[in-house]
């Protein structure tokens, strides 16, 4: 007999869901991670034999999962939750949250907030996150410390923010920032033009040239509104999307964000185009910015990912509840029930935000080889029984909460339901201070 092969970890669990193969729950399994890496998913009997663990986790009652990717936030808005609700996008961005933000945005804010963003989206299972906000280095060296997996789009507008005076300095900056993280396995540094509406086409065409000889990705708000889509129309003569593949910005390497009012010339572009599509249904819903076609947008081949958007407009980061709101939207959006059933929403929240962001070759899926960014959802609960179908209680019974252990490259982020990389009470105290400084 072969002498056992060492590991540092094995993770057993009642069910695993590896999102690849697709459609598939397997049963008392076990992985086994080395070096960060997943080694192999074999059945509990055969892992005993086969490993020896330096470190062996029983999870009886859970489910294990790819860990979420939320592929589109604004991590430190966070601190900002609930400061303005019920109101349409343009006003709720023009006379509450730009002002706020004029006043209180600086690298410490955008740390803290970062933080608080984290943790929460650590707690209900995400283990990747994209990120656009101003001081981008800070949220950088956030997850950095955090050992969270993110990408960080570093924003690029025609005026002046706190983070800088205009294009030519967050050009500077944040090719910097891509410079100093080049080496890091767990940032990726792209492109963040904030949206077609707050740019103009020199700047946008400067985005699409460099973001191709950098290999790098693009990230971009688009057909949020029926209005940008109208104002588009009467400023330039094309739709937004018309404009952005105009100038040479749309391809494998663009992440579409929101896509509402989407029409076949739309889908077309984007089909053709290999461009992503990043849904966020709940932000959409309580700006009443409009719906997302997924479904069609699926059937085209188009890749399809999940986010929350900033804490602000949503008012969560818990990208499992985004799951059941993007699988109750298709349904109604569509006239069909099943429409994005509950093994599509999952993916579209692990693999399909792999692959916007271009990491498919490393996350998104449990298979040999992909790096161990892992979440294990115990499902002993009440109000998860009887258990069926592990995937449907995850997409459908809001599993956010019971998120037990979180893995990012096989280091845990949670254990038993405490944090390990940052600290939860401070996080609390120190938003309540920021509480206090903004509504002041
Ligand atoms: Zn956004």
Request: glycine share 6%.
């Amino acid at each position: 007999m072969a002498a056992p092969e060492t590991v540092n970890l094995l993770i057993k669990a009642r069910w695993i869901v590896p999102v690849v193969p697709e459609n598939r729950v397997f049963e008392n399994c076990a992985l086994a991670i080395r070096g960060g890496v997943i080694q192999a998913l074999v059945p509990q009997s055969e892992a005993d034999k086969r490993f020896e663990a330096e470190q062996v986790i029983n999870l009886g009652n859970h489910v294990l999962m790819p860990g979420l990717v939320n592929a589109h936030g604004h991590a430190a808005m966070s601190l900002l939750r609930g400061i303005a609700d019920d109101l349409p996008l343009k006003e709720w961005l023009h006379d509450h949250i730009w002002p706020a933000e004029g006043q209180w945005v600086n690298e410490d804010m955008v740390r803290d907030g970062t933080e608080l963003a984290m943790a929460e989206m650590i707690r209900s299972g995400t283990t990747c996150f994209s990120d656009m906000y101003f001081f981008p280095e800070q949220a950088a060296q956030a997850a950095q410390q955090a050992h969270m997996r993110a990408q960080i789009a570093f924003p690029i507008l025609d005026f002046a923010t706190a983070w800088g005076s205009g294009p030519e300095e967050y050009f500077r900056k944040g090719l910097a920032l891509h410079d100093d993280f080049r080496a890091s396995n767990l940032i990726t540094v792209g492109f963040g033009p904030h949206s077609p509406y707050t740019m103009s086409d020199e700047p946008l065409k400067r985005v699409a040239t460099l973001a191709q000889e950098l290999d790098a990705p693009i990230h971009i708000h688009l057909h949020e509104t029926a209005k940008e889509v109208a104002e588009s129309l009467e400023q330039h003569g094309k739709r937004p999307t018309q404009r952005l593949a105009d100038l040479g910005l749309l391809s494998p390497l663009t992440q579409c964000v929101h896509m509402t009012q989407v029409d076949d010339t739309d889908v077309a572009l984007l089909s053709e185009s290999g461009a992503h599509v990043v849904h966020c249904p709940e932000s959409n819903l309580k700006l009443a910015s409009g719906f997302c076609p997924v479904q069609t947008l699926l059937d085209a081949g188009i890749n399809v990912a999940l986010g929350t958007d900033g804490a602000a407009s949503n008012n969560d980061l818990d990208l499992m509840s985004e799951m059941k709101t993007a699988a109750l939207l298709a349904k109604a959006v569509s006239g069909r029930a099943e429409a994005l059933d509950a093994h599509s929403a999952l993916r579209m929240a692990t693999l399909g935000g792999a692959r916007a962001l271009g990491l498919e070759d490393q996350i998104g899926s449990l298979e040999v080889g992909k790096a161990a960014d892992i979440t294990a959802v115990e499902l002993s609960e009440l109000a998860a029984q009887p258990v069926y179908n592990p995937v449907s209680q995850l997409v459908y019974t809001n599993s956010g909460h019971r998120v037990t252990h979180v893995w990012v490259a096989g280091r845990a982020v949670l254990l038993s339901r405490q944090l390990q990389t940052l600290n939860e009470r401070e996080l609390i105290g120190k938003s309540r201070w920021w509480r206090q400084q903004i509504s002041q």
